[in-house]
């Protein structure tokens, strides 16, 4: 019995151990991510000044005011409000106010950004008639009506899963020319993804990738002969969520 006794108490303070080093490890991962959102914040880019411009990424733009900018090192985060109504870069339903940090460009280029980040819209909107959104992307813009955008995104439909996905789309004089539908290019849930915009002539060829090498290309688009040579590219965040919505982007890299 004695020895049974032993063998118990062993157990006992064995399992005490073991729960002490989790919350040590949770406390130690709390302690983590406070101090990365504290770093974000404190040098943060003040929300919606055209004039305070992010190095490397160009202006932020946040045309409702209710957004917000932070960059640590090389990462840029965008804050887009849960309860405000939705944010957006969709003119045929007069909504084209989703926060962005664009730089111009004229002619050919390839733009590459790293996007991570919790994308859980759930399913409910505050765009009604509209399911759950979350998009993370790279835009390319010759003004608000008229805008080619690749985003990593999430949908979730009511009483419905969430469904991860590249949604690869252009609108032209304020008009939708295709929806992005998301059984055409399922992405994973987690971990990060690479997307990839590039100009040749006037053709736009999007790519996405799990790691900045393996790239998968999607059917590439044509921008109308009548937008501009000098247009406008960047990060984007598009939320019609009911729930904050913070995604991060990193690794941007540019060639004009």
């Not at 957004?67 to 969709?90: M, Q, R, S, Y």
């Amino acid at each position: 019995m004695s020895g049974v006794g032993t063998q118990i108490k062993g157990q006992s303070l064995f399992h005490n151990k073991m729960h002490t080093m989790k919350l040590s490890l949770s406390f130690a991962l709390l302690l983590a991510t406070s101090s990365m959102v504290t770093a974000l914040e404190s040098s943060a880019a003040s929300p919606a000044k055209a004039n305070a411009e992010i190095n490397g990424w160009g202006m932020p733009t946040d045309p409702d005011g209710d957004c917000k900018f932070f960059v640590a090192h090389d990462e840029l985060l965008i804050t887009v409000p849960g309860n405000n109504g939705p944010h957006d870069l969709a003119a045929e339903i007069k909504t084209v106010n989703a926060p962005r940090v664009l730089q111009p460009v004229r002619g050919d280029f390839v733009l590459q950004v790293k996007i991570e980040g919790r994308l859980t819209p759930g399913d409910e909107s505050t765009l009604p008639g509209r399911t759950g959104y979350n998009g993370a992307g790279i835009v390319l813009m010759a003004d608000p009506e008229n805008v080619i955008c690749l985003a990593r995104a999430v949908l979730h439909r009511s009483g419905g899963e969430p469904m991860p996905y590249a949604n690869f789309e252009m609108r032209s004089n304020g008009k939708l020319d295709r929806i992005g539908y998301a059984n055409e290019h399922p992405l994973p849930m987690t971990g990060p993804v690479f997307l990839r915009l590039e100009r040749r002539g006037q053709k736009i060829i999007g790519a996405v990738s799990a790691d900045g090498v393996k790239w998968d290309v999607l059917k590439s688009k044509k921008i109308p002969a009548d937008w501009p040579q000098k247009l406008k590219v960047g990060v984007v965040a598009i939320s019609t969520s009911k729930e904050e919505f913070n995604p991060r982007f990193s690794n941007l890299q540019i060639v004009k």
